[in-house]
């Protein structure tokens, strides 16, 4: 959810300034030896802000920059359909600056749409609902109990002071995902946490029941949009890990603007934001965000993510250029909003979104997924059930995982993977059956005409 | 094991004592399991991806080096144990850098006599008319990986030709692919990405490439020549230090500390790669100057050698919004993307 706010405000030249008057900030003269003023590209009357890092440093005044800020989020939102006006939005916030940005700007649009709902005589416009939940992962990863509170209180104020609209704000463990299975989530949750060894498995494992929760949060409370504030600079990370974890075929699916694999889609609005700029605006803007102290990771993710923030400061142009080489990869059939077919709907929204999906025909038509971590399976990876009768349901389990949590997330020997399987939330184990009951369904929907008694034999 | 001895057996003869851990495995082995385990598994890719056919006249890439010493004993070890029936000549590229290309070049010649194949060496001077010493004094430390890169490729070829050989075969091992796997995804070159990872390049071209060493770690290369006691040459290139393929490489290092597997994961990812077919990809047609393989008017080479004789060194480095052949220089696209540029861009 949040991004790492890798490459902050580089040459802290920054002082945090309240924005009650629309003043210019400019930037301190020391760092402007070559010219007195540079003047904004765009609208060339005040005065730039720099020193944030990124491509566009010192090219824009604050208000422009804020405005052009805006402006990538909203493009993203309009042209990919990602939110229509009877919908009801539920923004993943982890109080990193990513988040914050996200929450801020989903205000700033409901805000406006609320506005001309008040004034338009019909009031024919519904205004989309907004709701904020913080997943709590300290069962996991020990954060202190008091940083924890504190997070809290700040979390929500920040919430409370987003009104009008008033939003929805729920506080939730991670080990909710448990929530309908037994009372003792916690324990099974830590359990399961401890199986896993290698720590890259780990924090993916978290990543994995992360999306579980939020899904889950979002079901119950009707929530039919799920808005993460994954930039671009988590992107590009995210990128070279999956490379480097053999996920090529499958990297697609996680790095579009939509994700629409789950129950409730998962949606991008920032994608085209880098992460300096991210920092930058809640610099300007004061915005607080909240960072909770872990242990220091020595995953392939962390590796990862210290490499491209060294390649971006060697270029700026560098974690865009990652982006764009794998926007060219094909992605997915699922990386599109599903066709609205309510009729509740305005028809130019309906419009838009079918003229946006066009695109995406040359993607492949049917997926098998992971029951892990939901991502595509490869060729390789897909497992003839014919072989496969008489296992345990955890071995079977266990096959028809992708090849990278088979090695980082499972365990390798049967005993410990039954244990496993047993401390698995319901719902995870209930994607895999489905999986295979949806297959056995399809094939026999073709040949249902020729059966001639119910109550075969079938598992 | 009886009683407790400190000494480990191998655990895959278990009959005699471990010396090595293998990088790729990190199991517990003597060294026969090791020699037998790295050559069997090179035979098992020649022969899983029908890199020959009985009869092929094979050139082997021979710089002196570690990959294509290693690649020159075992490729005519196991051309005889299983009797491929190969024909296996040495081919090797003099640049033109002192200190460094001569003194490999010695260890090639060498190798010729210790392996007991025949051995061509072709130069720089006498295609090109230049050195790479020279070229280095012309246009300094910057891009000249890619002059050398692109040069080397026609050399190979024109080599091959003279051998009249039916496939290339080069000491690319897998620490190699996985670097320009990654250095192609960090610069945006999608249509090399999509080539890359193969184990057979170039088949519609002059003549066919083959990488055995596509799925072998760099490190195992190493402790193979080391045990066997294999003559190479290890130094690095003089005119490399600020290849940008330096960043990948660290990167790598680091990684195969953490996860030795990730390295063939970033090859399994290359292979799965697919492309959008919306993409726009270079058109293969042919160099207008010398027939060579290229998707511009003139091939690279031929762009390259045309600045350097008309003293405009930059030309055909960057990106040109200039048709090519003509007077203009290229552009910079801001003072960062020429520093930064890509060296060891080697085509495959």
Known sequence: MACNGAGGCQSGCYKDEETTCDQPTTAPSETDSKSSSNLCIKCKLNDVVSGYGGIDDGRFCADCFRSNLFGKFRLAVTSNAM???????????????????????????????????????????????????????????????????????????????????????????????YSSDSSDGKERLIELMN????????????????????????????????????????????????????????????????????????????????????????????????????????????????????????????????????????????????????????????????????????????????????????????????????????????????????????????????????????????????????????????????????????? | MEGKRSVRMCCLCNERR???????????????????????????????????????????????????????????????????????????????????????????????????????VVSYKDLYGWTMDEIVKLIGLKNNCTFCGVFRRQALDRGAAFLKADKLVTGHNADDIAETVLLNILRGDIARLSRCSSIITGEDGPIPRCKPFKYTYEKEIVMYAYFKKLDYFSTECIYSPNAYRGFAREFIKDLERIRPRAILDIIKSGENFRISTTTKMPEQGTCERCGYISSQKWCKACVLLDGLNRGLPKLGIGRSRVAIGCKEENESHGGKSIESKQCGSLDF
Not at chain 1, 156 to 165: R, W, Y
Request: with cysteine; proline share 5%.
């Open chain 1, 83 to 177: 939110i229509s006006p009877t919908d009801k939005v539920l923004v993943a916030f982890s109080g990193g600056p990513s988040s914050r940005v996200a929450l801020q700007f989903v205000h700033d649009l409901q805000e406006r749409a609320h506005k001309n709902f008040e004034a338009s005589r019909d009031r024919s416009l519904p205004v989309f609902g907004v709701g904020v939940v913080f997943i709590d992962e300290s069962s996991v990863l020990s954060i202190p109990s008091h940083e924890m509170e504190e997070a809290v209180e700040v979390i929500n104020l920040i919430v409370s002071s987003l009104a009008p609209p008033r939003k929805e704000l729920h506080f939730v463990p991670i080990e909710t995902v």
């Open chain 1, 195 to 459: 199986v896993v060894s290698d720590p890259t498995g780990r924090e993916d494992m978290l990543l994995s029941l992360r999306m579980v929760a939020l899904q889950k949060v979002a079901s119950e409370f009707g929530y039919n949009r799920i808005v993460l504030g994954s930039c671009i600079s988590r992107i590009a990370s995210h990128v070279i890990s999956a490379t480097v974890k053999g996920q090529g075929y499958s990297l697609p699916a996680d790095i579009q603007y939509v994700d629409a694999r789950w129950e409730i889609p998962v949606v991008l609005p920032l994608r085209d934001c880098f992460a300096q700029e991210i920092n930058m605006y809640c610099r300007l803007d004061s915005l607080k965000t909240i960072k909770l102290s872990t242990c220091p990771s020595s995953s392939i993710n962390s590796l990862v993510s210290s490499f491209v923030t060294l390649l971006q400061e060697e270029n700026p142009s560098r974690e865009s250029t990652i982006v764009r080489t794998a926007g060219k990869l094909i992605p997915f059939h699922f990386n599109r909003i599903p066709e609205i077919i309510d009729g509740n709907v305005p028809l130019a929204t309906r419009r838009r979104q079918k003229r946006y999906n066009l695109k995406s025909n040359e993607s492949v038509s049917s997926e098998s997924f992971c029951p892990l971590c939901n991502s595509p399976l490869d060729k390789s990876e897909i497992v003839d059930w014919s072989n496969h009768n008489n296992c345990r349901s955890s071995d079977t389990f266990y096959t028809s995982c992708c090849s990278s949590c088979q090695f980082q997330i499972l365990p390798s020997d049967s005993t410990s993977m039954e244990k496993f399987y047993t401390d698995l939330p319901h719902s995870m184990v209930a994607r895999a059956n489905k999986v295979n009951n949806d297959k056995l369904n399809a094939l026999r929907e073709q040949i249902q005409d020729c059966l001639l008694s119910d109550g075969e034999d079938e598992t």
């Open chain 2, 18 to 120: 471990a010396s090595l851990n293998r990088p790729k495995t990190l199991e517990q082995i003597c060294r026969e399991c090791f020699y037998l385990a790295f050559e069997d598994e090179i035979h098992q890719i020649i022969v899983s991806n029908r890199l020959f056919i009985r009869g092929d006249r094979v050139a082997i890439g021979a710089s002196g080096g570690k990959d294509s010493t290693v690649l020159a004993y075992v490729l005519s070890k196991l051309n005889r144990i299983h009797d491929y029936g190969l024909h296996l000549f040495l081919l090797s590229v003099d640049e033109g850098i002192t200190g460094y290309r001569d003194d490999s070049l010695e260890t090639v010649h060498r190798n010729q006599i210790q392996y007991g194949l025949p051995l061509k």
